[in-house]
């Protein structure tokens, strides 16, 4: 359940104001897009993105008749929903589109968003790669996979993690560092090292 409830916040924009689109996206960004990087794969934070943005403007589009009609006390669902339908279209090589309402002196179609996606080969392979990676994530041992999980499958902040652990912050850093020495050496075993 919202803190506050959606519905005042909706009332507040639908007034103009523009804090309170700026706190209702505040207030759902998190829960809207994991269900998009689930979809699309954490490889390409810049499609979650858009995906996600996609899903705030839609409530925007068509003089926020998204929003109007709105009659219940969490948006939330409403609004992964749509998130989870423009990550699909995404995913699809669709290209989504977002139209808020143009002036009445230029065309009515909406503008396309221009497809950056991938070639499914390069999906394939990238999804095949974060599968290779997940395995060994998991096959790391005690603290070292539990801290790289929630840093990096969970996106949980540095602080939490440690708070977590109950360890410092360069203590974490040095268990980052080792775990990640471990999966460069299992993802690549006798391969480059870089500097």
Do not use: H
């Not at 519905?7 to 507040?12: M, Q």
């Not at 989504?96 to 390069?122: F, H, K, M, N, Y």
């Not at 005690?142 to 499958?153: F, I, Q």
């Not at 969970?154 to 440690?162: F, G, H, N, P, S």
Request: overall charge neutral.
């Amino acid at each position: 359940m919202p803190q506050n409830g959606d519905r005042e916040l909706i009332g507040r924009i639908l007034d103009g104001d523009a804090e309170a689109g700026e706190e209702l996206c505040g207030r759902l960004y998190r829960s809207v897009r994991g269900p998009v990087a689930r979809i699309l794969g954490r490889s390409d934070p810049s499609a979650i993105e858009e995906a996600v943005q996609n899903a705030f403007l839609r409530l925007y589009e068509n003089d926020m008749r998204e929003l109007r009609a709105f009659e219940g006390e969490d948006l939330g669902p409403i609004v992964r929903a749509i998130a989870k339908n423009m990550a699909l279209r995404v995913w699809r090589g669709e290209a989504p589109t977002v139209r808020i309402d143009a002036p009445e002196d230029q065309a009515s179609e909406p503008t396309p968003i221009p497809d950056a996606r991938p070639s499914p080969g390069e999906v394939i392979l990238v999804r095949e790669r974060r599968q290779s990676i997940e395995r060994a994530m998991a096959r790391l041992p005690g603290r070292d996979g539990r801290v790289v999980r929630r840093l990096y499958l969970d996106e949980a902040d540095r602080r939490t993690v440690a708070e977590e652990e109950r360890v410092a912050a360069n203590s974490l850093d040095q268990i980052v560092y080792r775990a990640r020495l471990r999966l460069r050496d299992e993802l690549n075993p006798g391969g480059f090292r870089g500097k």
